[in-house]
């Protein structure tokens, strides 16, 4: 049997906004407020970001787990 423990919640806010569908910025999205996004490692309580904007937060989502530096020597997860 594998146990399994939570260490840390990663919490995204998408943010709110809408896609521009004519023009020259046809296709992108303009927010009225940026999507953000925070690491909590529950092992060493220590919080990573908030990071805001959507290249930040794809960023952000795709790394903190493996690149976060725990304070307790835990080795990062596996990606
Ligand atoms: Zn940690």
Request: overall charge positive; glycine content about 12%; some cysteine.
């Amino acid at each position: 049997m594998t146990a399994r423990v939570l260490v840390g919640g990663l919490f995204v806010d998408c943010g709110d906004g809408f896609e521009n569908k004519n023009g020259d910025r046809a296709g992108q999205i303009t927010y009225r407020r940026a999507p953000r996004a925070r690491y909590e490692c529950l092992r060493c309580q220590t919080v990573e970001g908030p990071v805001s904007g959507a290249a930040a937060v794809k960023r952000f989502v795709a790394t903190i787990r493996t690149i976060h530096v725990c304070r307790t020597g835990a080795q990062p997860l596996a990606a």
